[in-house]
């Protein structure tokens, strides 16, 4: 898929989360709720035994399930070397769309019916490794030092990301940060240098971006043509980086109180959002009837905020003209920060084959899998000894790497196992709207978040 959503706008995600709860709550054969105790660590309680193994001799099918139809063919590549190698193993891969996918897993790990194998996002991670849903691959490990090298060859971040209660629960696959793409053939029309790369672009700041994007937004006939900058109201790919650049956060140190209500979001949010505010970006209404990766391959926006997962796309569909990247511009604070996230492949813990599922999982993981993941230029492998594939200078564009160079300037969203990050997420989700689009005042739409969000998080709340 393309467009902004077609890899993991995981707010939304975990929103889409939430809705698989709900139809998990209405299945006989639900998984624990919130209140019961956690299926890892000290006091898990007794689980029925896996459904019985595929005969001796018989060949084992997996279900690997994934949402971006971009990296089928990456995926489809690791597969068929996986099964030259285990002929014994057979790989279907089954992609389902994103605005399906958290809705269909979800309902599918509580009532049956799930993949043997699939990817999954941090926002989920907490959530559904709580209770109890996910194979714990830590076992694997501990009885194989190789296995446990090839598993530390994973950033650190990204090994205590998918971590939960000193366990193992899901095979980093790769990660993501996020910079801003610029149209190099409308800057040069609008009269604007490339900005300086020195010291980190360390020019490029809060006010250097509004600039370009005042002098790259057209308007003929009353009608927008072009537009500066695209500032969607999301969280990755938009108003995070500019909140974490300022030294805001989404929730305190604790996970016990929202702080979105606080002066450096605040103050954040309203640059951010300005954009929209004055005609800079695009609306919902614009962008419904295109998507905003579109508008950027056919020149209606000029600059736009993405993450590395775009970049393939990007070189594919992008022919008449030449883009490259800069970091999030930065704020006040001397900072430009970026969202940090990454994919895990995961095993269902009722999967019927263990231990052929997790050979695929650790597979995909070891330098052989990555390898290939790597080469395609699709994602940032999760590896150390594979993640420099993806910068090839072959590659472009020319900056590409910025995703790498601001790795230790990001952040990874604040998620919680209980409740579940889809809970609190939507009162943020839904004030933001307002703010966005119907104008509504963003200290007013924060406190009225913030209240709402610390109520959930407190357990009053819903």
């Not at 077609?6 to 998984?31: D, E, H, K, N, W």
């Not at 597969?79 to 309902?107: C, G, H, R």
């Not at 978040?449 to 998080?457: G, N, Q, R, S, T």
Request: proline share 6%.
């Amino acid at each position: 898929m393309s467009g902004k959503i077609s890899r993991r706008q995981f707010v939304q995600g975990a929103t889409l989360a939430g809705l698989g709860m709900i139809l998990a709550a209405c299945t006989p054969t639900a998984t624990p709720t919130p209140e019961a105790k956690p299926q890892t660590g000290e006091g898990a309680q007794t689980q029925p035994q896996a459904p019985t193994a595929a005969p001796a001799g018989q060949k084992v099918q997996l279900r690997h399930m994934i949402w971006d139809q971009v990296q089928q063919p990456a995926v489809a590549d690791q597969a068929k070397m996986f099964m030259e190698q285990n002929p014994d193993i057979s790989i279907e891969i089954q992609v389902v769309p994103w605005s399906q996918y958290w809705d269909k897993l979800w309902t599918a790990l509580a009532g049956g019916g799930a993949p043997d194998t699939f990817w999954l996002n941090m926002s989920n991670f907490a959530a559904l490794s709580y209770k109890g849903t996910l194979l714990n691959i830590q076992e694997y490990l501990d009885k194989d030092p190789n296995l446990q090298k090839e598993w530390d060859m994973n950033f650190d971040s990204l090994k205590a990301a998918y971590t939960f209660e000193g366990k193992a629960m899901s095979w980093p696959r790769d990660y993501d940060t996020i910079a801003i793409a610029i149209n190099l053939k409308l800057l040069e029309e609008a009269g604007l240098a490339f900005p300086d790369e020195a010291d980190s672009f360390k020019v490029w700041d809060w006010a250097m971006c509004r600039s370009y994007a005042e002098k790259l937004t057209k308007v003929e006939g009353g009608r927008t043509i072009q537009f500066g900058l695209a500032a969607t109201n999301t969280a990755q790919e938009g108003w995070f980086n500019w909140v974490y650049s300022n030294g805001g956060t989404v929730l305190n140190a604790d996970k016990t109180k929202c702080t979105l209500n606080e002066p450096p979001a605040i103050e954040a949010l309203k640059d951010y959002i300005a954009y929209r505010r004055d005609g800079l970006s695009p609306g919902e209404e614009a962008i419904a009837s295109q998507e905003v990766n579109d508008m950027f391959y056919t020149g209606r926006v000029a600059m736009s905020i993405v993450g590395d997962w775009n970049l393939k796309d990007f070189n594919e569909r992008i022919t008449d003209f030449e883009y490259d990247l800069v970091p999030i511009p930065y704020a006040p604070t001397g900072k430009s920060m970026c969202m940090i996230h990454g994919l895990g492949d995961t095993i269902d813990k009722n999967t019927k084959n263990p231990d052929a599922a997790f050979k695929w999982v650790s597979f995909l993981g070891s330098k052989d899998g990555s390898t290939i993941l790597g080469k395609t230029g699709t994602v940032i492998p999760s590896r150390r000894d594979t993640a420099e594939l993806w910068f090839d200078p072959s590659f472009k564009p020319k900056h590409r790497r910025i995703y790498l160079e601001w790795t230790d300037k990001s952040a990874f969203w604040p998620n919680t196992a209980v409740p579940a990050t889809s809970e609190w997420t939507k009162p943020i989700n839904d004030e933001l709207a307002l703010a966005f689009e119907q104008g509504k005042d963003i200290q007013q739409a924060m406190d009225d978040a913030a209240k709402k969000v610390d109520e959930i998080l407190a357990g009053k709340g819903s």
